[in-house]
Nanobody, 123 residues
Framework: QVQLVESGGGLVQAGGSLRLSCATSGLTFSRYTTGWFRQAPGKEREFVTCITSGGSTYYADSVKGRFTISRDNAKNTVYLQMNSLKSEDTAVYHC?????????????????WGQGTQVTVSS
C-alpha cells in the first residue's frame, strides 16, 4: 500500500521560512518524479514544484527563487524548503508521486497523493 505523509506545516510570519517533508512508503521512491502542489481556500489545487528521479527540478513562477525542492532517496523522502514566505503562500500543501517519467506539472499525471499539511503565513 502506497502512503505519502506530509509534515512540517504551521503558522509563520511573512518573510519567514518553513521546511516541509513528505515521507513515502510502499513504492520504489527513487524511480519516480515527486511533486508539491498547494490548495488555498476557495481555489483549485495548483502546481508548486517537482523533482525527477535524476534530480531535475521545475518551479512555478510564483515560488521560483524562494522555494527549493530536494529528495533523499535513502529516506524515501522529499522536502520543500520555503523561504521569504508571503501571505499568498497560505494553503494546504500536498506531495504527490507520478509513475510517469520526466518533469510533470499537471495534477492528472500524478498517481499518489498525501493528505496535506497546512501552511499559514500571517502578514
Amino acid at each position: 500500500q502506497v502512503q505519502l505523509v506530509e509534515s512540517g506545516g504551521g503558522l509563520v510570519q511573512a518573510g519567514g521560512s518553513l521546511r516541509l517533508s513528505c515521507a513515502t512508503s510502499g513504492l520504489t521512491f527513487s524511480r519516480y518524479t515527486t511533486g508539491w502542489f498547494r490548495q488555498a481556500p476557495g481555489k483549485e489545487r495548483e502546481f508548486v514544484t517537482c523533482i525527477t528521479s535524476g534530480g531535475s527540478t521545475y518551479y512555478a513562477d510564483s515560488v521560483k527563487g524562494r522555494f527549493t525542492i530536494s529528495r533523499d532517496n535513502a529516506k524515501n523522502t522529499v522536502y520543500l524548503q520555503m523561504n521569504s514566505l508571503k501571505s499568498e503562500d497560505t494553503a494546504v500543501y500536498h506531495c504527490a508521486v507520478t509513475t510517469r517519467g520526466g518533469l510533470r506539472l499537471r495534477l492528472p499525471d500524478y498517481n499518489y497523493w498525501g493528505q496535506g499539511t497546512q501552511v499559514t503565513v500571517s502578514s
